[in-house]
């Protein structure tokens, strides 16, 4: 292994600008559609694993009366639990758009609602972060 002095990435002696957009490609493909990153790579029971539980995480999240936090940089918190909610991608971009996830705070799953929605965004982004392992041949 190498260290490119450019940007602090170590690479195999074979690694070319072209594997780079790959595995780019792949981890984009890993956020968009949960699971598809790992479907590319030729792990299909991890990848139809991810693809259903954490669309499942994320759908009960909604039934729960879950809220997709809007983007506030007033407020941190709220900011990061958006970022924690576009995790998840295709999904996201669905509820967000079919205008669900407003949340009842008054329900008494709102809570859990939330939860449900902000952990699947985080997994989906581990999820990548194994792709992208993966990708690199360290795993």
């Given at each position: 292994?190498?260290?490119?002095?450019?940007?602090?990435?170590?690479?195999?002696?074979?690694?070319?600008?072209?594997?780079?957009?790959?595995?780019?490609?792949?981890?984009?493909?890993?956020?968009?559609?949960?699971?598809?990153g790992?479907?590319?790579?030729?792990?299909r029971?991890?990848?139809?694993?991810?693809?259903v539980?954490?669309?499942?995480?994320?759908?009960?999240?909604?039934?729960?009366?879950?809220?997709?936090?809007?983007?506030?940089?007033?407020?941190?918190?709220?900011?990061?639990?958006?970022?924690?909610?576009?995790?998840l991608?295709?999904?996201?971009?669905v509820?967000?758009?079919?205008?669900?996830g407003?949340?009842?705070?008054?329900?008494?799953?709102?809570?859990?609602?939330?939860?449900?929605?902000?952990?699947?965004g985080?997994?989906?982004?581990?999820?990548?972060?194994d792709?992208?392992?993966?990708?690199?041949?360290r795993?």
């Open positions: 292994m190498a260290k490119n002095a450019k940007s602090g990435v170590r690479t195999t002696a074979g690694t070319s600008s072209m594997e780079g957009v790959s595995v780019a490609l792949r981890c984009a493909a890993a956020w968009f559609v949960p699971g598809a790992h479907l590319w790579l030729g792990r029971q991890k990848g139809i694993v991810f693809l539980v954490l669309t499942l995480m994320f759908a009960l999240g909604l039934f729960l009366e879950g809220r997709l936090f809007p983007i506030r940089l007033s407020e941190p918190l709220v900011a990061l639990a958006a970022v924690a909610d576009m995790g991608g295709l999904p996201f971009l509820a967000r758009l079919a205008g669900t407003g949340g009842q705070v008054v329900a008494a799953t709102y809570e859990y609602g939330n939860t449900f929605l902000i952990v699947a985080l997994l989906n982004f581990l999820v990548i972060l792709v992208y392992d993966i990708a690199l041949g795993k």
